[in-house]
C-alpha cells in the first residue's frame, strides 16, 4: 500500500509523514518514510539529483527533465519493480504532483501542462494527502528554520500569488488524478491528530471519492 503526502513548502508535509509513521506503527502497522522516485533502481535518479528542485519553478529545463525523465519513467518502472519494503506501508513524502504544480504556476511550462492535461499518467497511491497551511503558519515556521532554507522555501512565503497558482494547480489540476484524497490544513491542527485521521480513514473506513466530488473535502478541527 502507498501514501502520499504532497504540499507547498513550509505546510509541515514530512512532520506529518513521520507521525503518520509513527501512528501507523503504533497501530502494528508496520511503515516507512519514503522519498524521491518509488522504483528503486530508476536509472535517471542519480542524474536528477545534480539539477535544483529550489529553482525548478524558473526552469522549464529543469521541470521537463523531472516529469519526462522522472516521474513518468517512473510510473512505468514502478510496474515491474516497486519500492521495498513490500511488507510496510511506503509513506511517500512529496512525488511529482507538487513538480507539476511547480511548474505551472512559475511557468507554465509544456512538460508540466501535458502531465496536468493527463495526470492520470503519473504512478498512483491507494491514498493521497495534500497539506496546507496558511500564510501566517509557513512564515513563522520559515523564521523558525529548518536544517536547509533555500530560495523555493522563501519565495512560496514571501509571494502569495506564486503560492495561490501552486494550490490552484495542485488540488484541482494534479489532484483530480486521485480515486481517493484528503486534504488537510496544518495551521489548525497538530500532526499528530491529522495522523490519526489518516490512519483511521486507510485502515477503518471509506476515503472521500475525489473522482466523484468537483472539490476534495477538507477536514477541520
Excluded at 524558473?58 to 511488507?87: C, E, H, K, M, Q
Aim: glycine share 8%; with cysteine.
Amino acid at each position: 500500500m502507498r501514501v502520499l503526502v504532497d504540499g507547498v513548502d513550509m505546510a509541515g508535509k514530512t512532520t506529518l509523514v513521520q507521525a503518520l509513521v509513527a501512528e501507523l506503527e503504533a497501530r502494528g502497522q508496520p511503515a516507512v518514510r519514503h522519498r524521491g522516485m518509488l522504483c528503486p533502481h530508476h536509472p535517471l535518479a542519480w542524474a536528477l539529483r545534480t539539477l535544483s528542485q529550489a529553482r525548478q519553478p524558473d526552469s522549464w529545463w529543469t521541470t521537463t527533465a523531472y516529469v519526462f525523465g522522472g516521474f513518468l519513467l517512473d510510473s512505468l518502472l514502478v510496474r515491474i519493480n516497486p519500492p521495498r519494503p513490500r511488507n510496510r506501508v511506503i509513506i511517500q513524502d512529496g512525488y511529482g504532483d507538487r513538480m507539476v504544480a511547480f511548474g505551472m504556476a512559475g511557468g507554465p511550462y509544456l512538460a508540466a501542462a501535458l502531465v496536468l492535461r493527463w495526470p492520470q499518467v503519473l504512478a498512483p497511491f491507494d491514498l493521497a494527502v495534500y497539506v496546507h497551511a496558511s500564510p501566517e503558519a509557513r512564515a513563522r515556521r520559515l523564521h523558525q528554520g529548518r536544517g536547509h532554507i533555500d530560495v523555493r522555501d522563501v519565495r512560496t512565503v514571501k509571494d502569495m500569488a506564486f503560492t495561490e497558482r501552486f494550490h490552484a494547480f495542485h488540488v484541482h489540476g494534479v489532484g483530480r488524478r486521485h480515486r481517493r484524497l484528503l486534504v488537510l490544513d496544518s495551521s489548525e491542527r497538530e500532526p499528530a491528530e491529522m495522523a490519526r485521521e489518516i490512519a483511521d480513514e486507510l485502515l477503518n473506513g471509506p476515503l472521500l471519492q475525489a473522482a466523484e466530488q468537483p472539490n476534495p473535502r477538507r477536514r477541520r478541527a
